[in-house]
Nanobody
Framework: QVQLVESGGGLVQAGKSLTLSCALS????????MGWFRQAPGKEREFVAG????????SYADSVKGRFTISRDNAKKTVYLQMNSLKPEDTAVYLC????WGSGDREESNYEYWGQGTQVTVSS
């Protein structure tokens, strides 16, 4: 069974940076495309970034393009989300998700496994 565990969330001032990590266990990590999603209070969950199995393709939500970078280390079975120039509107619970042989696209229903999430709070 696949388990995803996020870490790295916290409270940060606007304009600062934060890096999230998500470790996968239970399956072969390189068989999965990985995605980051977020959900703010009272809002629907939304796609943030995705990456395919060998890092050849990545995609981003328009709201984070140029500020966030997704990457992965298959040897460490970990996907990262580097978040720069954070804004208060980036405040949310960030969740990682795994899509078996997927492309890392923004479609939630393609992702079979989800982590519990890590809270990111950006103060103004």
């Amino acid at each position: 069974q696949v388990q995803l565990v996020e870490s790295g969330g916290g409270l940060v001032q606007a304009g600062k940076s934060l890096t999230l990590s998500c470790a996968l266990s239970g399956r072969t990590f390189s068989n999965y495309a990985m995605g980051w999603f977020r959900q703010a209070p009272g809002k629907e969950r939304e796609f943030v970034a995705g990456i395919n199995w060998n890092s050849a393709r990545s995609s981003y939500a328009d709201s984070v393009k140029g500020r966030f970078t997704i990457s992965r280390d298959n040897a460490k079975k970990t996907v990262y989300l580097q978040m720069n120039s954070l804004k208060p509107e980036d405040t949310a619970v960030y969740l990682c998700a795994a899509d078996f042989w997927g492309s890392g696209d923004r479609e939630e229903s393609n992702y079979e496994y989800w982590g519990q999430g890590t809270q990111v709070t950006v103060s103004s």
